[in-house]
């Protein structure tokens, strides 16, 4: 259960900016909105989304931040009411629409901050998806590095040992020695080189980057989306809260993510698929001797390659429409304010982050956030 997973961190007391509240646009915006999304996503050539917990509410698995979040109610004394096993969940409307997208290659790639394991129990392949918080779904071997899939969640958080020993052999065809960890990092852990490698390098080629169902509090991650706006990149957030990056968004839709993606695909002509439990990983993982979920370092290099081919060699603002003569963002619904809305957060200076490739920290953290009333 994911308050059994948030029980299983260490103490740590900034926790972001918790419980803003939740604001929806009307009919006339969303369709407008999404219509508009549509048509970045045809326009593009790379298109990457970013994910957090508000894509898995549907499935039962609360958020974090929001209003009925687990670390919103816990600063109450108190833990939400619908929390559902992690065995027991199964991916939503989202995590489909996005398998579907990354086969039809409307979506290159995504970026995660879930550690519930729903993007790969979708039938998503390993090579398309950054986990950078880890999965309850896989363990790691502390010597040869492989990942594999586990048939039940763990209950072990911190990349701890869990007593089995590795499953894979070695390329001699001996049996490898090393013992399985899991995959959960817990405040201020290092995240894992590959994926966060693949993440920095997809984010920084896209040309539209998706955001959904986070408020973009967690750095690293959080900042990645930014990451392609120096070449022109456009980035576009779903989420019913205020968000850290929203003044920098080129577009923000306000409603549930799951409706949004209904609304997208339909537009796009594709069906959302259904869950299918054969095609789930973990569930394969019961009857076969071990199934693997490494992200190769053979994956990693050619997507870096691709990276200095597109953004270091140039260092050029991408064309991103050329059969446009006019901004798309000119199509934009205008603005509506709302003071219950507001939310004033301090944002470190992107622009110059990105100048240094290293600057980043690599470990799980809360920017501080300062939130200022309107009264």
Not at 36 to 55: D, Y
Request: charged content about 30%; some cysteine; hydrophobic content about 30%.
């Amino acid at each position: 259960m994911s308050c059994n997973y948030a029980d299983g961190l260490s103490s740590y007391d900034n926790k972001g900016v918790l419980g803003l509240a939740e604001k929806f646009d009307t009919d006339d915006n969303i369709e407008n909105k999404t219509s508009l999304l549509t048509e970045w996503i045809l326009q593009s050539r790379h298109v990457v989304v970013h994910t957090g917990a508000g894509i898995s509410t549907s499935a039962g698995i609360p958020d974090f931040r929001g209003p009925n979040g687990v670390w919103t109610l816990e600063k109450k004394g108190m833990k939400p009411i619908t929390n559902i096993s992690f065995n027991e969940a199964e991916p939503t409307v989202t995590h489909m629409a996005l398998t579907k997208l990354v086969e039809t290659e409307h979506v290159k790639f995504i970026i995660s901050q879930n550690i519930d394991g729903l993007h790969l129990r979708s039938g998503l392949p390993r090579n398309t998806i950054s986990e950078l918080h880890g999965n309850i779904f896989t363990e790691k071997c502390n010597i040869c590095d492989r990942q594999f899939v586990r048939n039940t969640a763990t209950t072990s958080v911190g990349q701890k040992s869990l007593g089995t020993s590795c499953p894979g052999p070695k390329h001699s065809g001996r049996s490898c020695r090393g013992k399985l960890h899991d995959t959960i990092l817990d405040w201020e852990d290092n995240l894992p080189a590959e994926d966060l490698d693949m993440a920095y390098y997809h984010s920084n080629m896209a040309d539209l980057n998706i955001c959904l169902g986070t408020t973009l509090q967690i750095v690293p991650s959080g900042n990645l989306p930014l990451h392609s706006k120096k070449y022109g990149g456009r980035v576009v957030i779903i989420n019913l809260q205020p968000t850290k990056h929203d003044a920098k968004a080129n577009l923000i839709i306000n409603m549930y993510v799951d409706e949004a993606m209904k609304k997208v695909m339909k537009k796009l002509g594709l069906e959302i698929p259904e869950y299918q439990s054969d095609k789930d990983p973990t569930r394969r993982a019961v009857e076969a001797d071990f199934v693997e979920w490494t992200l190769t370092q053979k994956t990693v290099k050619s997507t870096q390659k691709r990276y200095e081919e597109t953004c270091k060699s140039s260092g050029k603002k991408r064309k991103l429409s050329p059969n446009s003569t006019a901004p798309l963002d000119s199509k934009l619904p205008k603005k509506e304010e709302s003071s219950d809305s507001k939310v004033d957060v301090k944002n470190e200076d992107i622009e110059e982050e990105e100048d240094s490739e290293d600057e980043d920290d690599t470990s799980v953290k809360n920017e501080e956030t300062d939130e200022k009333s309107d009264e």
